[in-house]
């Protein structure tokens, strides 16, 4: 299961979460510039050895230690690495950064990294492998997201042969799943390579953190921030209900909008139930639309009786985020 956007809208810009993204990527940059990527991850990876072993344990500084705890989240170890968890953080990160606020977030995105990293060590107490990747502090990002929003649709594909399938699942489903997976490999020792209990540690860990970290009132600061950085688009994917009268070939819904958008012209990926799938299909806003208006998308009606189709009518309905 792969999934491609949650249904679920945020009221501010995920500044924090853009930022970890790209610090991401700036690192993984680098370490495709190392002549020796080995010693590289060894060095700023999480090796749970140097920690147990006094052979290894010598030749590191406390800093040096302590700083691998960070490091290790910041480093991955292929272009389909990096790809996987960057895209699930798109994904969930920007609910809870609009839930817990921009600088609480990151607070929480660190410690859960950091949590996952001893989850991993308490497991693997003599490996000399470098654990390395975010999917340790992205799990934790998961693990928020399955408590505050168990409900959510995530639109999720399926490959299933060659035929991409669509579907929208409830969070919770895809969550729980995810974690029943995650803790079967690493119960049965499947997967060579891959940090299972960092996943399962930083899933936890996320789940704790949140509680803790709701207890704690945002400051006035927070608040200026969430002032600066709220949206002034709605979400760029909205899922949509067509329906339409028996008589009428074409099918008749809603699109939000902004008035910023409305002003200015903007455009969506709307998510059309088809059957048991689900169709994208981009909708072009154009500027100066009112309240009201109609948007036609051509041939995404119903099947008329000489085999064609009639078009899709979207009214135009603007609210602030």
């Known amino acids: 299961m792969i999934p491609i956007r949650d249904i679920n809208p945020s009221k501010t810009y995920p500044i924090v979460n853009y930022s970890l993204i790209a610090i991401n990527i700036l690192v993984f940059m680098t370490q495709l510039g190392q002549s020796d990527p080995g010693k590289f991850n060894f060095y700023y990876g999480l090796v749970p050895a140097r920690y147990t072993t006094s052979d290894l344990l010598s030749h590191f500084t406390f800093g040096q230690q302590m700083f691998s705890f960070i490091s290790f989240m910041f480093l991955h170890g292929g272009f389909l690495h990096i790809l996987g968890n960057l895209w699930s953080l798109y ?45 340790g502090a992205i799990s934790g990002v998961m693990g928020a997201y399955f408590v505050l929003f168990p409900r959510a649709k995530i639109l999720t594909l399926i490959p299933i042969i060659f035929i991409p399938w669509l579907i929208e699942i409830p969070a919770f489903i895809f969550l729980g799943l995810w974690f029943i997976f995650q803790f079967i490999n690493a119960a049965g020792s499947g997967g060579a390579g891959i940090a299972w209990w960092a996943h399962i540690g930083g899933f936890v860990s996320g789940i704790v953190f949140l509680k803790l970290f709701e207890i704690i009132p945002s400051s006035g600061f927070t608040e200026k921030a969430r002032e600066v950085t709220a949206r002034k688009t709605t979400n760029m994917l909205q899922v949509i209900r067509p329906l339409g009268p ?45 309240e009201g208006n109609m948007v036609r998308v051509s041939g995404f009606g119903k099947i008329t009786p000489d085999g064609g189709r009639g078009d899709l009518m979207l009214k135009v309905l603007i609210q602030e985020v």
């Open 91 to 135: 994904v969930f990160g920007d609910n809870i950064e609009d839930r817990l606020g921009h600088f609480r977030y990151l607070a929480f995105y660190i410690l859960c990294g950091i949590a996952s990293g001893i989850s991993h060590l308490l497991f693997n107490l003599h490996s000399h492998s470098p654990v390395i990747g975010a999917s």
């Open 246 to 290: 028996m008589d009428d070939a074409n099918l008749y819904a809603t699109i939000r909008i902004t008035s910023h958008e409305a002003a200015m012209g903007t455009s969506k990926i709307v998510n059309i139930p088809w059957g048991v799938q689900n169709r994208l299909v981009k909708v072009i806003i154009p500027a100066g639309v009112r």
